[in-house]
T-cell receptor, first 115, second 118 residues
Framework: DTGVSQNPRHKITKRGQNVTFRCDPI?????LYWYRQTLGQGPEFLTY????????KSRLLSDRFSAERPKGSFSTLEIQRTEQGDSAMYLC?????????????FGPGTRLTVL | AQTVTQSQPEMSVQEAETVTLSCTYD???????LFWYKQPPSRQMILVIR??????QNATENRFSVNFQKAAKSFSLKISDSQLGDTAMYFC???????????????FGKGTHLIIQP
């Protein structure tokens, strides 16, 4: 298993454009999480899925953000009408129910820059 | 809602020294987990050590150990015999025990930038 992967690793876009990020969790991990990390801060929880069901959404997840996990495997995070304040590192993590301490394994992140 | 506070933005020690990173948290939950994550420069976050709130014994993983004071809501990380490869951002994180088992979202502190000098 190669761990959690995220694509693209870097994305530069202009304000007002839509962007979509992809996360592939560790195989057979049924839980998948999205976090956002701005410069000099710790990651902030956005949302998480158990299989294909989105179980929790943070207040940080505005109407412009949408996340899906259609078949309970990979997930996508879409940001519509991007704003400069959306510039951040977007981290994905996965875990397995019943796994050791419910440990979350993180991917390398997608760094978004909105010009 | 939970909060996690790391009061040391940056620390610097010499190689082979022992260093302690502090973390305090606030919660009304009684059943939860605490973690220390390491984020090396331009690399992904990895778990260093974890503690279940109901366990009184402090967790230890090789050179890493914690001092968990539940009543004081304190969770410090001690790194013994520090190595150059320990240079990284260290994040303290809280996770409540989700109902029905399984995991919940993590609440992170702002991090401590640890620099190990040769």
């Amino acid at each position: 298993d190669t761990g959690v992967s995220q694509n693209p690793r870097h994305k530069i876009t202009k304000r007002g454009q839509n962007v979509t990020f992809r996360c592939d969790p560790i195989s057979e991990h049924n839980r998948l999480y999205w976090y956002r990390q701005t410069l000099g801060q710790g990651p902030e929880f956005l949302t998480y899925f158990q299989n294909e069901a989105q179980l929790e959404k943070s207040r940080l997840l505005s109407d412009r953000f949408s996340a899906e996990r259609p078949k309970g495997s990979f997930s996508t995070l879409e940001i519509q009408r991007t704003e400069q304040g959306d510039s951040a590192m977007y981290l994905c993590a996965s875990s397995h129910d019943g796994g050791s301490y419910n440990e979350q394994f993180f991917g390398p992140g997608t760094r978004l820059t909105v010009l | 809602a939970q909060t996690v506070t790391q009061s040391q933005p940056e620390m610097s020690v010499q190689e082979a020294e022992t260093v302690t990173l502090s973390c305090t948290y606030d919660t009304s939950e009684s059943n939860y987990y605490l973690f220390w994550y390491k984020q090396p420069p331009s690399r992904q976050m990895i778990l260093v050590i974890r503690q279940e709130a109901y366990k009184q014994q402090n967790a230890t993983e090789n050179r890493f150990s914690v001092n968990f004071q539940k009543a004081a809501k304190s969770f410090s990380l001690k790194i013994s015999d520090s190595q150059l490869g320990d240079t990284a951002m260290y994040f303290c994180a809280f996770m409540k025990h989700a109902s029905g088992g399984g995991a919940d979202g993590l609440t992170f502190g702002k991090g401590t930038h640890l620099i190990i000098q040769p």
